[in-house]
């Protein structure tokens, strides 16, 4: 989208910060590096937090970095905060608009679709002061061609009610968390039995795992010139039926793939049918690497 307006993307990526990274924390910005691509050419920073695909929740510390260099390079921030209703205990989520001097310079975006768990209702909703939400309109009426009237009804009840319960036990931000977290856990513990070496989230409906004690580069290798974690994930899904996401595709330089080409994305909002299911398949791998 960027390019498509005529400008400039600069890619700054995540960076483990212990080997391996077994937590979503783990996941660092190197400030000197993100400083080193501002200019005064820099318009603005596109910014997730809690992110995807890591689960990672940004600490106050790095979050007011990022701030001060906003301020610092008059850049607007675009902040991605679609799963700000899942976060897990241990972890607290901070809003980029709070922090001194950023409400004025943020575009906040949120999500019906990860705050209600209805994620085929592709309904969101940003927030942020008058001159920049006007822009935003302006674009949206000339690119946005149809948006469900039902679903958008559908989200705005949803949020009605939601105020009446907010923080409270009842609270369906409340519950999908509970549930979430249980999953979640589930997620990890059967990804290490099976070999994997997970990266637990604070955050989100994935948890990332490095894949390299499951698999060889030999066993994945088809002759391709893919990155390695797309290769795992067509012969993961050939060979056990399971589909994952390469995290290598969230990187915009090919420069920066390598830095997760031994992990996959696995989503852990399903049913638990689905998890008595994965638990079965997941026991299959040991055989399956003594075949191969």
């Known amino acids: ?32 590096e993100l400083e080193g691509k501002f200019s005064d050419k820099t318009k603005l920073i596109i910014f997730n937090t809690p992110h995807n695909p890591t689960g990672k929740v940004y600490n106050r510390e790095e979050m007011e970095m990022i701030a001060a260099l906003c301020i610092k390079y008059d ?25 001194p001097g950023m409400w004025e310079r943020t575009i906040t975006v949120s999500s019906g679709s990860k705050s209600f768990g209805v994620t085929g209702w592709r ?8 001159d920049l939400i006007s822009c935003l309109l302006v674009v949206h009426q000339s690119a946005d061609g149809v948006c469900a009237t039902p679903t958008q009804e559908a989200v705005a009840r949803c949020i009605e ?6 923080n409270q036990p009842e609270s369906h931000f409340c519950t999908q968390r509970e549930k979430l977290l249980e999953k979640r856990d589930v997620s990890v513990q059967l990804l290490r039995e099976a070999g994997f070496v997970p990266c637990v989230p604070d955050a989100g409906f994935f948890v990332m795992a490095d894949w390299s004690s499951v698999a060889t580069e030999e ?69 399956l690497k003594r075949i191969q």
């Open 75 to 99: 850049v607007i921030c675009v902040c991605d905060e679609v799963y700000e209703w899942v976060v897990y205990p241990g972890a607290r989520h901070l809003r980029m608009a709070t922090l």
């Open 1 to 32: 989208m960027v390019r498509m307006s005529e400008g400039r993307a600069v890619f700054v990526p995540l960076r483990p910060s212990v080997t391996p990274p077994t937590r979503s924390e783990h996941w660092k910005l190197d400030p000197v």
């Open 219 to 287: 066993m994945v290798r088809d002759g391709s010139v893919s990155s390695p974690d797309f290769l795992f994930v067509k012969w993961f899904l050939k060979n056990l039926g399971i589909l994952t996401i390469p995290p290598s595709a969230f990187y915009g330089e090919e420069n920066n793939k390598h830095i997760c080409s031994r992990y996959v994305r696995f989503c852990f909002c399903k049913t638990d049918d689905n998890f008595d299911k994965a638990r079965q398949i997941l026991k299959d791998i040991p055989k």
């Open 123 to 130: 309904v969101g909703w940003s927030v942020g002061p008058e």
């Open 161 to 166: 009610k939601e105020i009446t319960t907010l």
